[in-house]
């Protein structure tokens, strides 16, 4: 998408599209879903400025998306969790500041748009530093160059693309590839051997994320179980920690299936992931790390709309029913005045029907082991 500019606007982005930058800086913090709609960001960097400099700035807990990636010079790591715990995380906090500071940036691209990054924003000191023209808590204030944001209705990872149009990146399909280490699937194997999922075809399921009101019924996921491992496929669970109480609650009432939430770092669940036959979530981080992986998917949606935030390029692996109110962007249930009706109403019936032309559409539709039945 491309945007008409005028005057001296168009004059200074111009200059930008003929610059040559070799100190970069990429920020965005957090989190898994967020991360990955910034990779085609990195990798189009890199194509255009082939010999610089390109550090990002992320949380720990997001870091293994990137870390291992070619376009990637340095990680700096936000401290996030320890800030404002112990005088140890504000120093080290400062401590990030200072490097922001010393590296002596020469452009800064900040897509997460906070005042958390704007503060390493101004404290870069970069002559040239690029965020969008609509932000929270003021971070447009730190940039010298805006990116119009004309309609939020398009997918967060083209609205990040925008980009393009001040940098001058070429107009090759976004690269969403996440690059694991060897370690990563030597322990994704030794995961699966352990499960008893080495020989025999999986599926992974994700039945947590972060906000109340994009949670699937746990009875929902469980129905769903008990239909894939009657077509002979064994059951991963999966997540991070806040998602361990619904995976317990799936679990308990599902004893075949196997439990990992919490129990592998992000890259090897990754691994794991790219192994799996099928994926089930709902709209949340492992959604867009199986897009990005490949991997056959299927997804309840309720208050989020798929334009903005669904899979990407992946229509067809939403199930969503279409009540009017929404998307709402509601994060509490308390808050909603409709009874959750977007979830509520999303039956066990709609998922199963998805998942059977996902995995038909997959060339999946007679997976199954030699217990099991295909349908």
């Known amino acids: 998408m491309t945007f008409k500019v005028a005057g001296s606007r168009r004059a200074r982005e111009d200059d930008l599209r003929a610059r040559n930058f070799k100190r970069i800086l990429l920020i965005k913090l957090s989190a898994v879903g967020d991360v990955i709609h910034t990779l085609p960001v990195l990798a189009k ?6 010999s610089a400099r390109i550090d990002w700035l992320i949380t720990p807990a997001c870091a293994d998306l990137v870390h291992w990636h070619p376009a990637v010079s340095n990680i700096l790591y936000y401290p996030r969790r320890e800030f404002g715990r112990s005088w140890a995380g504000t120093f080290k906090m400062a401590e990030v ?23 390493f924003v101004w404290a870069s000191g970069a002559p040239v530093r690029i965020g969008f023209a609509r932000t929270r808590e003021g971070a447009r204030l730190s940039y010298t160059h805006h990116i119009p944001v004309p309609s939020m209705d398009f997918h967060a990872a083209d609205r990040n693309l925008w980009l393009s149009n001040l940098l001058g990146f070429n107009r ?41 009101t994009k949670h699937w019924s746990t009875q929902g996921f469980v129905d769903v179980c008990r239909h894939l ?20 609650a799936v679990a308990a009432a599902f004893p075949a299936a196997i439990d990992i939430c919490d129990k592998t770092a992000l ?33 309840a949606f309720g208050p989020t709309s798929p334009v903005r935030t669904g899979p990407y390029g992946r229509p067809g692996a939403v199930v969503r029913v279409g009540v009017p109110c929404s998307p709402c962007y509601i994060r509490t249930l308390r808050r909603c005045p409709y009874g959750h009706r977007c979830m509520t109403q999303l039956s066990s019936a709609m998922m199963i029907e998805r998942v059977e032309k996902v995995l038909a559409e997959s060339g999946l539709s007679e997976v199954a082991d030699s217990t099991g039945s295909s349908s």
Not at 97 to 119: E, K, P, W
Not at 235 to 247: C, S, T
């Open 229 to 248: 491992a009657a077509r002979g496929l064994g059951i991963l669970l999966a997540g991070a920690g806040r998602d361990r109480p619904r995976n317990a």
């Open 45 to 50: 960097l890199r194509a255009r400025f082939p």
């Open 267 to 299: 890259a090897v669940t990754g691994a794991i992931m790219r192994r799996a036959a099928i994926c089930i979530t709902n709209d949340s981080g492992p959604m867009h790390m199986a897009v990005s992986l490949g991997l056959p998917l299927v997804s």
């Open 172 to 212: 090759d399909r976004p690269d969403f590839t996440i690059h694991f280490p060897p370690q990563a699937e030597a322990e994704a194997a030794a995961v699966l051997l352990r499960s008893g999922f080495a020989e025999r075809p999986f599926a992974i399921l994700f039945p947590g994320t972060q906000w109340e």
């Open 97 to 119: 500041l200072r490097q922001v500071r010393r590296n002596h940036y020469d452009l800064v691209v900040d897509v997460h748009g906070q005042f958390r990054t704007a503060v």
